[in-house]
């Protein structure tokens, strides 16, 4: 473990190096809440529509931002694989799951980071401050998991340049559309509603949901499926990663 957490130490240094990534995560979901926000509020009171309300959007948003994580870990990973650096590791007698372990412990906070200043924008938009939202940080926990792994999947498997494009465009377009962030899944119909919902995205949506608004009972029949896939994805990495190694 000792060399586990080095590693971590070092990918955290790696991180506070490339500020603008980071800073990205936490400027783009606030810039949503923001423009939904207005669009909300400019909504005549005669259609009768909160779609975008704040209570509703911010849990949302908080999760859709945390897929950016995911381009980041890639990121991180894939420039990793290509240097000499990573050679020189796999010499050492850390395993797969102490590199993947590496990599996902400064990544945790990171999220928590994005969370919190993602709430601290949705409290100043109207958002009522309570405990509920620090509940709902432990809540998203499990889809932070599954970004990271997602994203260390991607950097085991592809080079630095096509990461972007699948962990950026394309993992972005799959939270937004296949969560129901900002819109109701019930719009696309039952079938691209059940698909969804055999996801983790959705379901930590509704988790989120659940937990903002203090409906404690609801969040275990939402998280245990975010929780299979973290598992699921964590080992996956490991797994791939190892593969990777050994062909070194």
């Given amino acids: 473990m000792k060399r586990t957490f080095c590693f971590a130490k070092r990918n955290l240094k790696?991180?506070?190096?490339?500020p603008i990534s980071v800073g990205f995560g936490i400027v783009l979901p606030i810039t949503l809440l923001v423009l939904l926000t207005i669009i909300n509020s400019n909504i005549p009171k005669e259609a009768q529509e909160n779609m975008f309300a704040i209570r509703l959007l911010a849990p949302g948003i908080g999760v859709f931002g945390l897929s950016f994580i995911a381009l980041f870990a890639a990121?991180?990973?894939?420039?990793?694989?290509g240097s000499s650096f990573m050679l020189r590791l796999y010499t050492s007698p850390m395993t797969g799951g102490n590199f993947i372990l590496?990599?996902?412990l400064p990544l945790l906070p990171m999220g928590v980071v994005q969370l919190?200043?993602?709430?601290?924008?949705?409290?100043?938009?109207?958002?009522?401050?309570s405990a509920n939202l620090l509940v709902c940080i432990l809540v998203c926990l499990?889809?932070?998991?599954v970004d990271i792994a997602i994203g260390l999947i991607c950097g085991t498997c592809l080079n630095e340049k096509a990461v972007g494009g699948l962990c950026g465009a394309l993992l972005t377009?799959?939270?937004?559309?296949?969560?129901?962030?900002?819109?109701?899944?019930d719009l696309l119909g039952d079938g691209f509603r059940k698909f969804a919902y055999m996801l983790?995205?959705?379901?930590?949506?509704?988790?989120?949901?659940?937990?903002v608004d203090g409906s404690y009972a609801d969040i275990p029949g939402k998280l245990w499926v975010v929780c299979v896939w973290a598992v699921g994805l964590m080992a996956l990495a490991v797994v791939l990663?190892?593969?990777?190694?050994?062909?070194?």
């Fill in 14 to 18: 790696e991180m506070v190096r490339d």
């Fill in 75 to 81: 990121l991180l990973l894939a420039k990793d694989r």
């Fill in 102 to 104: 590496g990599y996902t």
């Fill in 116 to 129: 919190v200043f993602c709430f601290a924008a949705a409290i100043a938009l109207g958002l009522p401050f």
């Fill in 142 to 145: 499990p889809i932070m998991v």
């Fill in 173 to 185: 377009n799959v939270t937004a559309w296949l969560s129901g962030c900002w819109f109701s899944l």
């Fill in 200 to 211: 983790p995205f959705a379901n930590a949506v509704d988790a989120a949901h659940a937990a």
């Fill in 241 to 248: 990663f190892t593969h990777k190694k050994k062909l070194k």
